[in-house]
């Protein structure tokens, strides 16, 4: 530490936030002709971008500064979010907007020959994250910092993130998102935070001098885990967060031994082996998929990330039990589970706790978060595999397996079954570790994301464990939105519009105060303001798309917009399907009666897993119908079908507030919450949707006139797909017509869709043929309704005023008080 005599001199020229236009413009210029080595002869928009940035970047690191040392000062309880994705975006925008700076910077990179856009539109996409979850963590991060959490995210630093879409031929092309080709300024590289991470070798035991049995784990292979720090401005308030991402090096002694025997090819090949665990974002959402790479991914973060939170813990000097009162684990699904083996680990075998001890540290310090039901995304790791990249973490599985057991058979001593229901270890062949049981054995709490999910991961996946540990230990926290960027930076016009009747931007902190626009739902002229808002959002969204897509689509018609990842569950064939019924009808329409139609675009987006076969087909489908839809005469501005390719949080930004109608059409109790929904609502869209997940929550809020709801119930799912297996169902007669229309080669070749066809004619899994026709239904409400300008327009302000509940503020509240603990401190 310094001496206090210098302390004055750092004092002195300790660095400030640029206040004003001007000290902003001076530090661009000093990093356009420093930091870039350029000058104003070649500054071009990406140059100014940087510069720009690296302004903005300095601030923001002053920021961090005085936070983190006023966290570490406070000393108070912090909470850790550990998810393997952060679906950040574009991080200039908010960063402007939420230090309060954007207008200096806007008019002060106006003066010097640029425009504001221009540059937020060189950013890459910091895209480590698939869809729902990766951006839900994201979102929670900036409302952990916007209310004053103490709280760090950690995560790991992709080289690539999740791919790039390109459409060729209506098919789905991945490549590379190599998105560090220029430098990163939104992070700070802490080349001196290293961390040794071991993999495979094997265990050893003995009796140390005071008769104690000592666990070693040795002889492995190691990497190095770096860090990078991400700041984390929260919106209106100097709290700065840090997001600490991981990115894998080799070790040093890795390559020596080689490098010195002159092997230098294979020593190189040893140290590129080491930086691939961090190289790539795997592309599956709500889908498992058990590679090796993935599981050491897990534990390279994981182990990096305790052993960083461990070392934080020790410089305070409190005895171990005490950790619990200072640090709260989030685990993001189950991704990082091995954190509750890990932790138990270092307090056992480094740090010499007991093991009842350590185990209670260990289950007071995590909470659990599960994002969905469906079984194919559950994570089981084949023992063997353990067995091999983790041998003592598989050793200490089996102990608290064995506990476990033999409390739930001293609970219930004539259950056998359950037993092996319970198990950590699936015994199957060959035997699996359930990823999702260990998560729950080892957290205090367990949530579900919206609140029918809640309810049904009780009553169905964890039945057993509401049984063996009561009710209390599982609770919800519903899913929310930060509005920073959901409203306010991708839909400024209505954040202004908002702000005139609310009388401030406060709504953007508490986000309650929307109900204040809820007595001008019928205001004329506040209703003029919101119909122009949304039609300039649909000129820009249109914009986009005649530059992406190469056509026109008219603004005033009904904008209906589907954007997710591709998923059958998500039931975007059911959308298609529903969209070629569409086309169908006006074929069959009379002038007359197509001058009563209702004139829809219809827009798609989002990506497919690149092994997922179905998905690619139903991105086929679509483009197919696209093609043949939008060149029919017959059919001219009454439909226009849109892909719009590399769906991202960038291009939600432009899509989210065009929509008239978004849906989230999944079939009952699949979708565990859905966040866009709110995003869409949020935005003054309505949605088309089914009794599902968040569905169910907006409609509370919002009230049951201001959603088109539609389909079956999740508690006859089970009932209908029965039927489906055993007996003839007949397939829904429009369904039929559409079927034909694809058979007959309407959209190109049909073999292409013969797969397709049958998932629905066979089985009906996510049961698009029983829903078919009540979504036709709402869908001709939605036609109806939409005429009448007046109910529409007051119906989307009266949505919007009760979205107060979907902040993700109040998310981050509910976890705070209910599972973590911790509380808010106020910046001095
Ligand atoms: C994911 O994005 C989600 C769940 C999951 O198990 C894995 C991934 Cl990658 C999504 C849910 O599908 C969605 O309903 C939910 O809103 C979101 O997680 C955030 O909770």
Not at 52 to 58: E, G, H, K, N, V
Request: with cysteine; charged share 25%.
């Amino acid at each position: 530490s310094i001496p206090s005599e210098s302390r004055q001199v750092w004092q002195k020229f300790g660095v400030k936030e640029f206040g004003g236009k001007e000290e902003f413009q001076q530090e661009f210029i000093r990093h356009v002709e420093t930091t870039l080595a350029r000058s104003m002869y070649n500054c071009d928009d990406l140059a100014a971008y940087q510069a720009a940035s690296q302004a903005i970047r300095d601030r923001l690191i002053v920021a961090w500064n005085k936070t983190q040392q006023e966290h570490t000062t406070k000393d108070r309880k912090r909470v850790y979010y550990l998810s393997l994705e952060f679906l950040m975006g574009r991080a200039m925008d908010n960063a402007m907007l939420n230090a309060g700076i954007k207008d200096i910077t806007k008019s002060g990179v106006a003066d010097l020959g640029f425009k504001i856009e221009d540059l937020l539109e060189q950013e890459p996409d910091a895209a480590l994250g698939n869809g729902g979850l990766g951006r839900l963590a994201a979102c929670f991060i900036d409302s952990i910092a916007s209310t004053n959490y103490p709280g760090w995210g950690y995560g790991l630093r992709y080289q690539y993130g999740i791919f790039k879409q390109r459409i060729v031929d209506g098919y789905q092309v991945e490549s590379p998102d190599y998105w560090l080709t220029f430098s990163n300024p939104w992070e700070i590289p802490r080349y001196e935070i290293q961390i040794d991470i071991m993999f495979y070798g094997y265990t050893r035991k003995y009796t140390n001098d005071d008769g104690k049995v000592v666990h070693v784990w040795e002889g492995g292979e190691q990497v190095q885990a770096v860090a990078y720090d991400v700041p984390v401005p929260g919106y209106g308030t100097e709290t700065t967060n840090n997001l600490r991402l991981w990115a894998s090096k080799p070790t040093r002694e890795f390559d020596f031994e080689k490098f010195n025997a002159g092997d230098y090819e294979s020593s190189v090949r040893e140290s590129q082996k080491a930086e691939t665990i961090s190289a790539v974002l795997y592309p599956n959402d709500n889908f498992y998929s058990g590679k090796e790479l993935r599981l050491k991914q897990q534990y390279f973060w994981v182990a990096a990330s305790l052993n960083d939170i461990v070392r934080r813990f020790k410089k305070t000097h409190r005895p171990w039990k005490e950790f619990p009162d200072q640090v709260a684990i989030q685990l993001n699904d189950t991704h990082p589970t091995l954190a509750v083996v890990e932790l138990q680990r270092i307090l056992i075998d480094m740090e010499g706790v007991e093991w009842d001890a350590a185990w209670n540290i260990v289950t007071n310090t995590f909470g659990y978060t599960n994002h969905t039901v469906l079984p194919e995304a559950l994570e089981k790791w084949p023992v063997p595999l353990f067995t091999n990249l983790l041998p003592r973490h598989m050793e200490i599985i089996y102990e608290i397996n064995l506990f476990f057991l033999q409390k739930v058979e001293k609970m219930f001593p004539k259950e056998r079954d359950l037993l092996a229901r319970v198990s950590i270890i699936e015994e199957s062949t060959p035997q699996q570790v359930r990823m999702a049981y260990l998560a729950i054995i080892g957290s205090h709490k367990v949530n579900g994301v919206a609140e029918l999910h809640s309810e049904l991961i009780k009553t169905t996946i964890f039945k057993d464990f509401v049984t063996i540990y009561g009710p209390d230990k599982f609770m919800n926290v519903t899913n929310g939105i930060t509005p920073r960027r959901w409203l306010h930076q991708a839909n400024p016009k209505l954040s202004d519009l908002i702000a005139t009747k609310v009388g401030s931007y406060d709504f953007l902190k508490d986000l309650n105060l929307l109900k204040k626009i809820e007595p001008f739902a019928h205001d004329p002229k506040f209703q003029d303001e919101w119909v122009t808002i949304k039609k300039f959002n649909k000129a820009r969204l249109a914009a986009h798309i005649k530059q992406s897509n190469g056509f026109d689509v008219n603004v005033n018609a009904l904008f209906d917009v589907q954007v997710k990842r591709i998923h059958e569950y998500k039931r975007q064939q059911m959308n298609v399907f529903g969209v070629i019924h569409r086309y169908l009808s006006i074929k069959a329409m009379t002038e007359e009666e197509k001058k009563e139609a209702t004139p829809r675009v219809c827009v798609f987006g989002g990506k497919s897993a690149p092994g997922y076969y179905m998905a690619k087909t139903i991105i086929k489908l679509i483009n197919a119908v696209s093609e043949v839809v939008n060149a029919d005469a017959d059919v001219g501005d009454l439909l226009k079908v849109v892909f719009i390719a590399d769906y991202n949080v960038s291009k939600a930004e432009i899509i989210v507030p065009a929509s008239d109608i978004s849906q989230h059409i999944s079939t009952a109790g699949t979708e565990a919450s859905g966040t866009s929904n709110m995003k869409f609502v949020l935005n003054g869209g309505l949605i088309l949707g089914t009794v599902d997940g968040a569905n169910i929550e907006i409609t509370r809020e919002v009230g049951e006139n201001n959603i088109f709801l539609f389909g079956h119930l999740a508690e006859s799912v089970e009932d209908l797909r029965h039927k489906h297996r055993f007996s003839d169902v007949p397939l829904d007669p429009n369904l039929a017509k559409v079927f034909n229309a694809i058979e007959s080669g309407t959209f190109g070749d049909p073999n292409i869709y013969g797969s397709l066809i049958s998932s629905v004619t066979g089985s009906d899994y996510y049961l698009v043929s029983d829903d078919f026709q009540s979504y036709l239904d709402a869908q001709k409400l939605v036609d109806q309704d939409f005429k009448n300008k007046d109910t529409w327009v007051s119906r989307s302000i009266t949505a919007v005023a009760n979205m107060g509940f979907f902040s993700s503020d109040r998310a981050i509240d509910e976890y705070a008080e209910s599972i973590w603990n911790v509380e808010p401190i106020a910046m001095e």
